[in-house]
């Protein structure tokens, strides 16, 4: 069968995906929206082949680690299941930034491999069908699949048809740069699914959390719609802080940040005070991440630079979605 390598880019979300209402078929409790960034890209190239007796999976040209490689067998079931076939894959995935760099990798991953192993079994699926295989694998790779400006919508239907990520606006329509700083280039202690179900069952702040979620992404879409930046930056800084603050109330409380994550927010609202456009955002991990105007990138790199227990630099700016390049 033929060999089929995609590209998908990670994103961020301004409007957090924090909490499921499925785990099995990561279903979130709320709705999200996020941007593509480039050139935090992930290369996926799919090739089923009847004389493999099981998947084969490489991350950057040697084997995957058995947890990685299990996940992506588990993944490429659901691809098998809908093309009736069994045949196993040999799978080779590639990221351009650095895996050990504390970036979450798992959105552009799947992403990616939605897009090869659909192809590679002979499937041809829409948009909204890729970006709903992609959130099986993880949930915040359905929003890798359109890039842009993408919004998750929850979804009501308990099979998660509607539970999938559309565009809202594409790359150059508006004037945003993130610039990420690796305050820790070490794994995470805690992996995404487990904090989501431990704050979603013990945090007092859930509930209202999901609540203002919903209000947030209103907000948030109807500012990308009128380029409010100011807007959007103040929402995307109220989701970051409202995920973090359900997520320390958690028991045990769940602590992301560490002292140059705290040190980087202070100086990104400094910035912003000395009449800078920058908002900050942050991940469940201690990473900082600036949301900026193109003229105030500079300044915005050049003070992450200097602050000390900042390893790392990204700047990126908005990209596309998933596809096909081989
Ligand atoms: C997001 N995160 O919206 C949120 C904000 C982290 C904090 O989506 O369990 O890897 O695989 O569905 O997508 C990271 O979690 O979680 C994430 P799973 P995922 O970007």
Same mark, same amino acid.
């Given at each position: 069968?033929?060999?089929?390598?995609?590209?998908?880019?990670?994103?961020?979300?301004? &409007?957090?995906?924090?909490?499921?209402?499925?785990?099995?078929?990561?279903?979130?409790?709320?709705?999200?929206?996020?941007?593509?960034?480039?050139?935090?890209?992930?290369?996926?190239? &799919? /090739?089923?082949? /009847?004389?493999?007796?099981?998947?084969?999976?490489?991350?950057?040209? !040697?084997?995957?680690?058995?947890?990685?490689?299990?996940?992506?067998?588990?993944?490429?079931?659901?691809?098998?299941?809908?093309?009736?076939?069994?045949?196993?894959?040999?799978?080779?995935?590639?990221?351009?930034?650095?895996?050990?760099?504390?970036?979450?990798?798992? !959105?552009?991953?799947?992403?990616?491999?939605?897009?090869?192993?659909?192809?590679? !079994?002979?499937?041809?699926?829409?948009?909204?069908?890729?970006?709903?295989?992609?959130?099986?694998?993880?949930?915040?790779?359905?929003? =890798?699949?359109?890039?842009?400006? !993408?919004?998750?919508?929850?979804?009501?239907?308990?099979?998660?048809?509607?539970?999938?990520?559309?565009?809202?606006?594409?790359?150059?329509?508006?004037?945003?740069?993130?610039?990420?700083?690796?305050?820790?280039?070490?794994?995470?202690?805690?992996?995404?699914?487990?904090?989501?179900?431990?704050?979603?069952?013990? =945090?007092?702040?859930?509930?209202?959390?999901? /609540?203002?979620?919903?209000?947030?992404?209103?907000?948030?879409?109807?500012?990308?719609?009128?380029?409010?930046?100011?807007?959007?930056?103040?929402?995307?800084?109220?989701?970051?802080?409202?995920?973090?603050?359900?997520?320390?109330?958690?028991?045990?409380?769940?602590?992301?940040?560490?002292?140059?994550?705290?040190?980087?927010?202070?100086?990104?609202?400094?910035?912003?005070?000395?009449?800078?456009?920058?908002?900050?955002?942050?991940?469940?991990?201690?990473?900082?991440?600036?949301?900026?105007?193109?003229?105030?990138?500079?300044?915005?790199?050049?003070?992450?630079?200097?602050?000390?227990?900042? /390893?790392?630099?990204?700047?990126?700016?908005?990209?596309?979605?998933?596809?096909?390049?081989?």
């Amino acid at each position: 069968m033929a060999r089929f390598t995609a590209r998908a880019l990670a994103n961020v979300a301004l &409007v957090k995906y924090f909490g499921k209402r499925d785990t099995e078929l990561n279903l979130p409790a709320a709705g999200s929206l996020s941007i593509a960034l480039e050139p935090l890209a992930t290369t996926t190239t &799919v /090739e089923f082949d /009847e004389a493999l007796p099981a998947d084969r999976v490489a991350l950057d040209d !040697a084997p995957a680690p058995s947890e990685f490689a299990a996940r992506v067998s588990r993944f490429l079931d659901l691809v098998r299941d809908r093309a009736g076939t069994s045949l196993r894959a040999r799978v080779k995935t590639a990221n351009e930034f650095p895996t050990a760099a504390g970036l979450a990798s798992s !959105a552009s991953g799947f992403a990616a491999l939605a897009v090869a192993a659909s192809g590679a !079994a002979g499937l041809q699926l829409g948009d909204s069908e890729l970006s709903a295989l992609a959130r099986r694998g993880s949930g915040s790779a359905c929003r =890798s699949i359109p890039g842009g400006v !993408a919004v998750w919508e929850a979804g009501v239907d308990p099979d998660g048809h509607d539970s999938i990520a559309r565009r809202i606006a594409a790359p150059d329509e508006l004037d945003l740069r993130v610039v990420v700083g690796i305050a820790d280039a070490g794994p995470k202690p805690l992996g995404s699914t487990t904090s989501m179900e431990r704050v979603r069952r013990t =945090s007092p702040y859930y509930r209202a959390w999901v /609540e203002s979620t919903a209000s947030d992404l209103e907000v948030a879409a109807a500012a990308v719609a009128d380029r409010d930046y100011a807007r959007l930056g103040e929402v995307a800084e109220r989701s970051a802080l409202g995920m973090h603050a359900a997520a320390l109330a958690a028991r045990p409380g769940i602590l992301f940040w560490n002292g140059t994550t705290v040190a980087a927010l202070r100086c990104i609202r400094e910035l912003r005070a000395a009449g800078h456009g920058v908002w900050f955002t942050c991940d469940a991990g201690p990473q900082p991440k600036a949301l900026c105007r193109s003229a105030d990138e500079p300044a915005v790199a050049a003070a992450f630079e200097q602050l000390a227990g900042i /390893e790392q630099v990204i700047r990126c700016r908005i990209g596309g979605g998933a596809t096909l390049i081989g």
